[in-house]
């Protein structure tokens, strides 16, 4: 089991940055693929962001490439995803996700999901 505790969200304007940060339970950390998705008002959850277990590999939705960078602490369970440039279309409520398996972009394919963390970018 793995428990996933997101912060970080908030409100900023439009071009502002923003850190999100995600602690994660248990001791095996490091064997889990770590993602990022977001789910604005009457839309469906997105993928934003995802991080291998073992290499490091860093995927990204084609919206924030170059804007957002997700990494990980394995000696703190955690993982980050830092947001520059944000726009007003980037607010939603983000969620931290792991799977035990290879990292993935489908939102059914992950085991954890924390509660999320509200973002709201200002026009």
């Known amino acids: 089991q793995v428990q996933l505790v997101e912060s970080g969200g908030g409100l900023v304007p439009t071009g502002g940055s923003l850190t999100l940060s995600c602690a994660a339970s248990?001791?095996?950390?490091?064997?889990?693929?770590m993602g990022w998705f977001r789910q604005a008002p009457g839309k469906e959850r997105e993928f934003v962001a995802a991080?291998?277990?073992?290499?490091?590999?860093?995927y990204y939705v084609d919206s924030v490439k170059g804007r957002f960078t997700i990494s990980r602490d394995n000696a703190k369970n955690s993982v980050y995803l830092q947001m520059s440039r944000l726009k007003p279309e980037d607010t939603a409520v983000y969620y931290c996700?792991?799977?035990?398996?290879?990292?993935?972009?489908?939102?059914?394919?992950?085991?954890?999901w924390g509660q999320g963390t509200q973002v709201t970018v200002s026009s």
């Open positions: 996700t792991a799977r035990s398996g290879p990292v993935s972009t489908n939102v059914g394919n992950y085991d954890y």
């Open positions: 248990g001791r095996t950390f490091s064997s889990y693929s």
């Open positions: 991080i291998s277990r073992i290499s490091g590999g860093t």
